[in-house]
Every structure is written in C-alpha cells, then in structure tokens.
C-alpha cells in the first residue's frame, strides 16, 4: 500500500474527493512533525471554505445512488474494507506513530478498536430492521424503517487519528450515508490511508471523502446546508461550541468532550491489580487518551501502599521513540509537552507532592523529540489546577479520600463524566457505585471501560453534548432518521374499506 508520504518527506498531505487525492484550491498550509524526533514530516492541505463546498458537493453527488443501494451490497463493502484494513493494520499503525508518537503496538490496538466497529456495521441488514404489526386495527398494518439522512460530516481529535473516525464512519456508510471526515491536522495521514482502502473495497467515488483543516474548514461544516449531521471528538470547549454553532444551523449534533477520569481505590482492592491499572491507564499513549485515568481516588488507608506499589512499576517503565521497545513515546506537540510539564510546577507551586518528576526520566530517542516522561503527584486536594484541569498528558494526581462516600461526591461533583473505575473485591460496594456514580461508562476492577463496539461509547456532563453515545445501536439511530407507516390494501379481507366514520377511532 502506498503511504502518501512514502515518495517525498515533504509531500503535501492532500484531501481525498470523489474517490481520488485532491489538492484543494487554497494556498494555507499546516505542518506535521515526527514527535519521536521533532522534524518536520510533512506538510498538510489546509482547507478554505470554498474547499469544503467543493468536497461536500462530490459527496452529495454521491449521496442518491448510495441511499439507494441495497443493503446486500452495502454490508458487501462493508466486509471488504474490514479485510482490508485487518491486512493494512501494520501500516496505519505505522502512519499513526509517525505523526502522533505513540507506541506502535499501541497504535495497532486503535485500529483493531476502529475495526470491531466495522465489523459490527457488517451486521446492517439486521441492524437496519424495523418493525412490523400486522392488523394494528382491523386489515390495517403499522410498519417503522429507517432511512439515511444524507451527507455527514466527521471532525476527530488528534489522539485516536484512526480509531475515533472509524467509531462513526463505517455506521454512517453502511447507513447509507456519505460521509465527510475532517480529521487532526497534527496527524492527517491515517485518513487517507484508510480513504484509499474504502476505494479498494469498492465504495463508490464520493461515499467517502477527506476534507484537511482547522476551524475555517470546521466552520463551514458546520453552517452548510447539504451537511444534514455532524459526530464530532475533541476538548470540551470546542465540542460546545460545535454543539451550538451546528444545532443553530439545523443539524444533528453529538459532540463528545474531554475527561478527568476518576479510579477509586477502596481499602479492600486487590492493590497489585489496582497498581497496575493505575500505571497502564494513567500513562499509556503518554496520557492523551480521553479515558486515561487522571485521579487517582485512594480511600485511607489505602495510599501509602498504593502510592508504593505504583512508584515500583513507574520506575520500569521505558519512555522513547514508539518505533523502538518502549511503553510509552513523546506528546504530540512541543507546546502540548511545555503546557503539560507547567502542570507540574503549578501542582508544587499549590502543595501537592510530587512524588516523581517526569523531566527526570531517561528517554530512548532524539534529542529533538517531544518528551516528558510519567508524573505522579500525592496530596492533591480538589481546588487545585492539576485536579480541576484536563491536563492530557502523563500526570497522574492522589486525591486522599476518608471513605467511599467522599470518593463518590468528589467524582459527582466534576464538571465532566466520560469514564471512571472502582477497584474493588466488594461486589455490593461496586454494585452501588456503578448505579450512584454520575458517569458515562463505569470499570469494576478494568480502568478505561471503553464499551465494545456493539454497545455504545459516551460520557455524560460535559463530556458530551448531545443525545447518542457514539457507535453501537446508538450509532445506527443517529445516522438515520425512522419513519412509520400506516397501510390499507383494499382487497385483504373484510372491513378492507374502513367505511365513513368521522371519529379517530383507533380501536377498530
Ligand atoms: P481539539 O478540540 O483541539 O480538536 C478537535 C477537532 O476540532 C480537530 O479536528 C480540530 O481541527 C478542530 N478544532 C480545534 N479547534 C477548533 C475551533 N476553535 N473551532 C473549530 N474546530 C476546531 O482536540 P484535540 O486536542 O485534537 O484532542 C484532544 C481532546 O479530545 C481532549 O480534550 C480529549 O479528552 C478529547 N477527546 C475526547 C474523546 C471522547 O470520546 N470524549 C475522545 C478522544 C479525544
């Protein structure tokens, strides 16, 4: 497979419209870098407003003759691109660590997650079933169907450039919808990767499409008429504002935000299994997860060993180039890395202690890379900056708590509610916080519960603006609209005619 950087270094990272690359019309640019090394990689289309008409238009050209193929031959491709991508995962995985950093057989596990969901989407034919009541009122009959709504656009964060598109492009297709992704411009290559499969699997030209850019592309999105709904991942106060901007135009909006995921550690917990889920939900992919765990909720007088046991595994971990033998590689941006690493100094500066200093770690890779090594802080209270904020980056923080009930108002009481974790050998304490906690999705003993794909993804509070949680059934109802009808035949049997009646008698 040809990655679109493979012939030259600097090669500019084009859109993808109607079934082809596209260079656009403006003259904007964005820079991608290597993070492992900090050099410049590539060179990516910026799209103006005009740009995105013209990508939105060849998916409209599309959107007719895709509503109406039939759902044979949509689950058709649909299983083709899951081969596909299954073959290709080694160089998506490849081209996600090239310009996001993380390591590669993290990155593989993105695009295995992106795949589960289109595997699920394989399944249109039955997820696509309405119902059916037959004699609903005498030779009456009732039936419901779903149809697509038209053109979608799809606007993904940096840090799943592969997996966070595939939560909602495959259910948009096999919808019968065609689809507009604006992805990351930090790490823009995985989509065009995954472009040139949906054209081998055979969908046709328009179905899927690529559109480069920042908020001018973002904005126009969001206001043209033809976009009828929009999925979109990101910080918090851009999801609200994508919320309300799309909203105002009309449109169906799920807009998922950030996270300050929670793990209570109760007195009982199995602490070796706590410690290390602590570690590896903490600081894989370098804390730039959406379900990273960022608090660490310890009821007394479970810190000191927890605290213990977490030190012992952090001073293992190895921190470099993904491309190597690491755990964990370099932020995406050597300003995300300075805005992370002030964290630290504002956690000292306001009484925290921090337990390990990740600026003191050693690290396998360039000198020029994008690199902080895993932070753990103790005694953090929540009035603090590195409590209230998303930091998304290797900082874990302690909050000491005196007993589970303090732990679950402290996780009520933040702003947000993707994910949280219970750890545990109490089933009834676990049963309790799974129904109390005000969260989207809740870990017994597992801290980052991202739900497979044939249940749905979503947090609550501001964490997500909206109605559908992202994939799943919740995915096949937001990408199509439901409709019922109410039939007569003349001809079935008596009573057929219904006779003149003015009253709205259903009962018949
Ligand atoms: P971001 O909000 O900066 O960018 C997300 C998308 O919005 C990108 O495509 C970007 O180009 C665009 N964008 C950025 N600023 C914009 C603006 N002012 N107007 C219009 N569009 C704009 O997010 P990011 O830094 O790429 O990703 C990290 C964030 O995403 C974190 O907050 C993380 O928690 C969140 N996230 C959430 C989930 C979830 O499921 N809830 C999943 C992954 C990431």
């Given at each position: 497979m040809n990655h679109p950087t493979d012939q030259n270094a600097r090669i500019t990272i084009p859109h993808w419209a109607g079934g082809k690359p596209w260079d656009g019309t403006s003259t904007r640019t964005g820079t991608v870098h290597?993070?492992?090394?900090?050099?410049?990689?590539?060179?990516?289309?910026?799209?103006?407003?005009?740009?995105?008409?013209?990508?939105?238009?060849?998916?409209s050209r599309a959107a007719a003759d895709w509503r109406r193929a039939s759902l044979t031959k949509r689950a058709a491709v649909l299983f083709r691109f899951r081969e596909l991508l299954a073959q290709n995962t080694d160089d998506v995985a490849a081209a996600i660590t090239a310009e996001h950093g993380k390591?590669?057989?993290?990155?593989?596990?993105?695009?295995?997650?992106?795949?589960?969901?289109?595997?699920?989407?394989?399944?249109?034919?039955?997820?696509?079933?309405?119902?059916?009541?037959?004699?609903a009122s005498t030779n009456l009959d009732v039936y419901s169907l779903r149809q697509p709504l038209g053109v979608v656009a799809v606007i993904s964060p940096f840090n799943f450039p592969a997996m966070v598109p595939l939560w909602f492009v495959p259910i948009a297709i096999a919808c019968g919808n065609p689809v507009v992704l604006k992805p990351s411009?930090?790490?823009?290559?995985?989509?065009?990767?995954?472009?040139?499969?949906?054209?081998?699997?055979?969908?046709?030209?328009?179905?899927?499409?690529?559109?480069?850019?920042?908020?001018?592309?973002?904005?126009?999105?969001?206001?043209?008429?033809?976009?009828?709904?929009?999925?979109?991942?990101?910080?918090?106060?851009?999801?609200r504002y994508v919320y309300e901007t799309a909203t105002r135009h009309g449109k169906r909006v799920q807009a998922l935000g950030g996270a300050k995921n929670?793990?209570?550690?109760?007195p009982d917990a199995d602490l070796d299994l706590a410690a290390?889920?602590?570690?590896?939900?903490?600081?894989?992919?370098?804390?730039?997860?959406?379900?990273?765990?960022?608090?660490?909720?310890a009821v007394e007088p479970v810190a000191d060993p927890l605290i213990h046991k977490i030190r012992e595994r952090m001073a293992g971990l190895r921190v470099g180039d993904g491309r190597r033998s690491c755990d964990m590689?370099?932020?995406?941006?050597?300003?995300h890395r300075d805005r992370v690493a002030s964290y630290l100094d504002a956690g000292v500066a306001a009484g925290a202690e921090l337990v390990v200093d990740g600026r003191q770690y050693p690290i396998d890779g360039a000198d020029g890379g994008f690199w902080l090594g895993p932070s753990l802080f103790d005694r953090v209270t929540p009035e603090m900056?590195?409590?209230?904020?998303?930091?998304?980056?290797?900082?874990?923080?302690?909050?000491?708590?005196?007993?589970?009930?303090?732990?679950?108002?402290?996780?009520?009481?933040?702003?947000?509610?993707?994910?949280?974790?219970?750890?545990?050998?109490d089933g009834g304490a676990a049963r309790r916080f799974q129904s109390e906690v005000e969260v989207g999705m809740v870990g017994v003993n597992v801290p980052i519960p991202v739900p497979v794909a044939y249940y749905s993804f979503g947090g609550w509070k501001s964490s997500l603006f909206g109605d559908s949680h992202a994939y799943g059934t919740d995915g096949v109802h937001f990408f199509t609209r439901s409709k019922v009808v109410t039939s007569r035949w003349p001809g079935s049997g008596a009573g057929d005619r219904g006779g003149v009646s003015l009253s709205f008698n259903p009962t018949r």
């Amino acid at each position: 497979m040809n990655h679109p950087t493979d012939q030259n270094a600097r090669i500019t990272i084009p859109h993808w419209a109607g079934g082809k690359p596209w260079d656009g019309t403006s003259t904007r640019t964005g820079t991608v870098h290597d993070p492992a090394t900090g050099e410049v990689s590539g060179t990516v289309a910026l799209a103006s407003a005009a740009d995105v008409d013209e990508v939105v238009a060849a998916a409209s050209r599309a959107a007719a003759d895709w509503r109406r193929a039939s759902l044979t031959k949509r689950a058709a491709v649909l299983f083709r691109f899951r081969e596909l991508l299954a073959q290709n995962t080694d160089d998506v995985a490849a081209a996600i660590t090239a310009e996001h950093g993380k390591v590669l057989s993290d990155a593989a596990g993105e695009v295995q997650r992106g795949l589960e969901v289109a595997e699920f989407a394989c399944g249109i034919p039955h997820l696509l079933k309405g119902g059916f009541s037959e004699n609903a009122s005498t030779n009456l009959d009732v039936y419901s169907l779903r149809q697509p709504l038209g053109v979608v656009a799809v606007i993904s964060p940096f840090n799943f450039p592969a997996m966070v598109p595939l939560w909602f492009v495959p259910i948009a297709i096999a919808c019968g919808n065609p689809v507009v992704l604006k992805p990351s411009e930090k790490d823009p290559s995985a989509s065009l990767l995954i472009a040139r499969l949906w054209a081998e699997a055979g969908l046709p030209e328009g179905v899927f499409n690529v559109v480069h850019g920042d908020k001018e592309a973002v904005d126009r999105l969001l206001e043209h008429d033809d976009v009828k709904a929009v999925s979109f991942v990101g910080s918090t106060p851009v999801a609200r504002y994508v919320y309300e901007t799309a909203t105002r135009h009309g449109k169906r909006v799920q807009a998922l935000g950030g996270a300050k995921n929670h793990m209570v550690v109760l007195p009982d917990a199995d602490l070796d299994l706590a410690a290390d889920a602590a570690v590896n939900a903490g600081f894989g992919s370098a804390g730039e997860r959406c379900m990273a765990i960022s608090a660490l909720v310890a009821v007394e007088p479970v810190a000191d060993p927890l605290i213990h046991k977490i030190r012992e595994r952090m001073a293992g971990l190895r921190v470099g180039d993904g491309r190597r033998s690491c755990d964990m590689g370099p932020l995406i941006t050597a300003e995300h890395r300075d805005r992370v690493a002030s964290y630290l100094d504002a956690g000292v500066a306001a009484g925290a202690e921090l337990v390990v200093d990740g600026r003191q770690y050693p690290i396998d890779g360039a000198d020029g890379g994008f690199w902080l090594g895993p932070s753990l802080f103790d005694r953090v209270t929540p009035e603090m900056s590195i409590y209230t904020d998303e930091i998304f980056g290797p900082v874990l923080s302690v909050v000491r708590a005196d007993s589970y009930d303090d732990a679950l108002e402290l996780v009520n009481r933040n702003q947000y509610g993707n994910g949280t974790a219970i750890f545990t050998n109490d089933g009834g304490a676990a049963r309790r916080f799974q129904s109390e906690v005000e969260v989207g999705m809740v870990g017994v003993n597992v801290p980052i519960p991202v739900p497979v794909a044939y249940y749905s993804f979503g947090g609550w509070k501001s964490s997500l603006f909206g109605d559908s949680h992202a994939y799943g059934t919740d995915g096949v109802h937001f990408f199509t609209r439901s409709k019922v009808v109410t039939s007569r035949w003349p001809g079935s049997g008596a009573g057929d005619r219904g006779g003149v009646s003015l009253s709205f008698n259903p009962t018949r």
